[in-house]
């Protein structure tokens, strides 16, 4: 099966910066277009940010200019550079991939992380 694993979150200062990242690992056969959302308590699920499989991005209203969605294809990552953070952006964020497994090269599924806190307060 296909698993995605984020790492990096944790507690920053106002003006502060995070780099997370989101490692697929399993029976790939190509990933799709990968994506962060976020979700803070009590509201609903945001997209954040988007790469498609040749590069081309798109950032959400709120964090364009401070966010930075990157990949690296050959090791199946994602990453998103935070910079410039603020309260606002606490929140679990998630990684979520569109993957095509081995066996099933013709059918891709979304597939999900666990989720990182990103806490934003002095």
């Known amino acids: 099966q296909v698993q995605l694993v984020e790492s990096g979150g944790g507690l920053v200062q106002p003006g502060g910066s995070l780099r997370l990242s989101c490692a697929a690992s399993g029976s790939i056969f190509r990933i799709d277009v990968m994506v962060w959302y976020r979700q803070a308590s009590g509201k609903g699920r945001e997209l954040v940010a988007r790469i498609t499989s040749d590069g081309s991005t798109m950032h959400g209203a709120s964090v364009k200019g401070r966010f930075t969605i990157s990949r690296d294809n050959a090791k199946n990552t994602v990453s998103l550079q935070m910079n410039s953070l603020k309260p606002e952006d606490t929140a679990v964020y998630y990684c979520?991939?569109?993957?095509?497994?081995?066996?099933?090269?013709?059918?891709?599924?979304?597939?999900w992380g666990q989720g990182t806190q990103v806490t934003v307060s002095s």
């Open positions: 979520n991939a569109h993957i095509f497994t081995l066996g099933r090269e013709r059918y891709g599924s979304d597939y």
